[in-house]
């Protein structure tokens, strides 16, 4: 095999069954990629409470959008912002232009900025169960050369202005939302909180103020109020074939949480999930065999089997989410389980 063609093996193991409700109904196993070997019992013991919980984590896609943005540049603010009114009032006709090139893109928002005399225009579109980033830059590429041709006062910036955003941390993909947005719910009773976790409604609480909303605000988090959503994502990401640098916006979500009587309710928001059933790395033999076990190769109408993904993946991130969490509420609980796990995996330290 050429040395540009060597594969670099990470260590996958089938986590679960997730119970899930909502958007995705039934009981699945999730992959998991990864070189942190003590991630796969703490997303199981999350899944484990899963299936103690009538209905189990809830999952609901609440926004569906994949961005790009293009940057013109006119001779003044003025004449930028005057353009940003007209193409924003053109987006009927923009959205013509978009599904007359593609038998899956489609354009649902145009959103403005003009910086001085450079217009940012972000164009989103649904992409059927592609992540898009392909589908994406080729729209943006017709409705750009369409508008340079209606609007000789705007010349060329750039293909991609970076107000996408795609693969950096920003407070635009929080707020407007890019590639699948979930939010995954449970509601725990005292007695699995208890039994289950070793903590409480009240302690688990506490701890997520404490640590995710005060402790993510003064580190100047965007956007972002979580205790370790990466780590689930990028395994998940690796184990299914998608672009594993979208982990950098996927990862911006908020942990919420409510006491309700001796109960708590416990939410994982992620508004920029980029992923896809269909595309680059999905021929792989390894990838299709996961995404087969998954359900997501099922002959559905097009976003179906990607919003199945996201919400198998959004389900993962709260499993792991709680455990770590529930964890932290027990001094020297955390850093003996890591021990413990590493030494039985054979590792290190």
Not at 21 to 40: I, K, M, R
Not at 159 to 167: A, F
Not at 188 to 204: F, H, I, K
Request: aromatic share 4%.
């Amino acid at each position: 095999m050429p040395d540009d063609e060597l594969t670099t093996p990470v260590p996958t193991r089938w986590v679960g069954p997730i119970r899930v409700s909502g958007d995705v109904d039934g009981e699945q196993e999730v992959p998991l990629a990864t070189f942190e070997s003590p991630l796969w019992p703490s997303v199981g013991r999350g899944a484990r409470v899963s299936r103690l919980v009538p209905g189990g984590v809830s999952v609901t896609v609440t926004g569906e959008r994949m961005t790009r943005s293009t940057l013109f540049v006119a001779a003044s603010g003025a004449a930028a912002a005057a353009a940003a009114r007209r193409i924003e009032e053109q987006q009927d006709e923009l959205a013509g232009i978009v599904a007359a090139g593609s038998a899956y893109a489609r354009l649902v928002g145009v959103t403005t900025e003009v910086v001085g005399n450079q217009l940012f225009v972000r164009f989103a579109l649904t992409t059927g169960d592609a992540a898009g980033h392909n589908m994406v830059t080729l729209a943006a590429e017709a409705l750009m050369t369409h508008l340079l041709a209606q609007h000789p006062e705007l010349a060329y910036g750039s293909i991609s202005g970076n107000y996408c955003s795609d693969k950096k941390a920003t407070a635009v993909n929080g707020i407007l939302g890019r590639g699948r947005s979930v939010v995954a719910d449970i509601v725990l009773p005292r007695e699995v909180l208890e039994g289950q976790l070793r903590t409480t409604a009240e302690r688990l609480n506490e701890l997520n103020v404490r640590k995710n909303l005060v402790g993510s605000t003064i580190a100047g988090a965007l956007r972002s109020a979580n205790a370790h959503y990466a780590n689930m994502l990028l395994a998940f990401y690796l184990a299914t074939g998608q672009d594993a640098a979208n982990i950098v916006e996927g990862s911006q979500g908020i942990t919420y949480t409510e006491v309700r009587g001796d109960d708590l309710y416990f939410s994982c928001s992620l508004p920029s999930l980029i992923v896809g059933t269909v595309g680059n790395g999905k021929h792989l033999p390894a990838i299709e065999t996961a995404l087969t076990r998954l359900g997501c190769r099922e002959d559905r109408a097009p976003c179906e089997n990607a919003r199945r993904l996201a919400c198998l993946i959004a389900a993962t991130v709260l499993c792991g989410e709680l455990s770590l969490l529930a964890a932290q509420t027990n001094p020297g609980e955390l850093m003996r389980s890591h021990l413990v796990m590493e030494r039985a995996q054979g590792v290190s330290r």
